[in-house]
């Protein structure tokens, strides 16, 4: 298996610009997890999927961040406008399970590094 | 949700065995203890998951008191390539709202 692809790995953009970053979970699971690191907060869990439902977003810093999962391939974390505090490396993460549940490794993409200038 | 305490950062050397204790004095019964290593410029990995007692596997080994609350990661003998962040995290496995906190983790820097 490929692992989870997120695209693009780095984005550079200015302030006020919509950023569209995307992630392809493994094949087969059911959960995926979008989370936000910085150097000062460490890593954040922004909101997570189970079976293509949001059931956790109370991480999502504010309405400028949105998510979407369309289907069992696909997500995006949309960030509208953006702004220079959204600067920081976006993981995007899936597993089997979801969390409490057996099986419920998660297993974390590259990353997308953004800047917003 | 169970709160985690661990060390920001931590030194050693080639060939030494570091113990990395976290404490998590909130721990509920249904919690598990994880742990995830971070090299730079990629995502976490996971390393080690218990209950109590201990655990080992091909790359660590996990020590839990019979209190729960604390643990620690054992890595024997590091190399220069076990340097990475190291997360302790504490989940609920009793529900599927449950969800993880990563917080800042422990560098681990070792040298030559």
């Known amino acids: 298996d490929a692992g989870v692809i997120q695209s693009p790995r780095h984005e550079v953009t200015e302030m006020g610009q919509e950023v569209t970053l995307r992630c392809k979970p493994i094949s087969g699971h059911n959960s995926l997890f979008w989370y936000r690191q910085t150097m000062m907060r460490g890593l954040e869990l922004l909101i997570y999927?189970?079976?293509?439902?949001?059931?956790?977003d109370s991480g999502m810093p504010e309405d400028r961040f949105s998510a979407k999962m369309p289907n069992a391939s696909f997500s995006t974390l949309k960030i509208q406008p953006s702004e220079p505090r959204d600067s920081a490396v976006y993981f995007c993460?899936?597993?089997?399970?979801?969390?409490?549940?057996?099986?419920?490794?998660?297993?974390f993409g590259p990353g997308t590094r953004l800047t917003v200038l | 949700l169970a709160k985690t305490t661990q060390p920001i950062s931590m030194d050693s050397y080639e060939g030494q065995e570091v113990n990395i204790t976290c404490s998590h004095n909130?721990?509920?019964?249904?919690?598990?203890i994880t742990w995830y290593q971070q090299f730079p410029s990629q995502g976490p990995r996971f390393i080690i998951q218990g209950y109590k007692t201990k655990v080992t596997n091909e790359v660590a080994s996990l020590f839990i008191p019979a209190d729960r609350k604390s643990s620690t990661l054992s890595l024997p003998r590091v190399s220069l390539s076990d340097t990475a962040v190291y997360y302790c995290l504490v989940g609920d496995r009793g529900s599927t709202l449950g969800r993880l906190y990563f917080g800042r983790g422990t560098q681990l820097t070792v040298w030559p």
């Open positions: 993460a899936s597993s089997l399970a979801p969390p409490g549940a057996p099986a419920d490794t998660q297993y």
């Open positions: 999927f189970n079976n293509n439902v949001p059931i956790d």
């Open positions: 909130n721990i509920a019964t249904n919690d598990y």
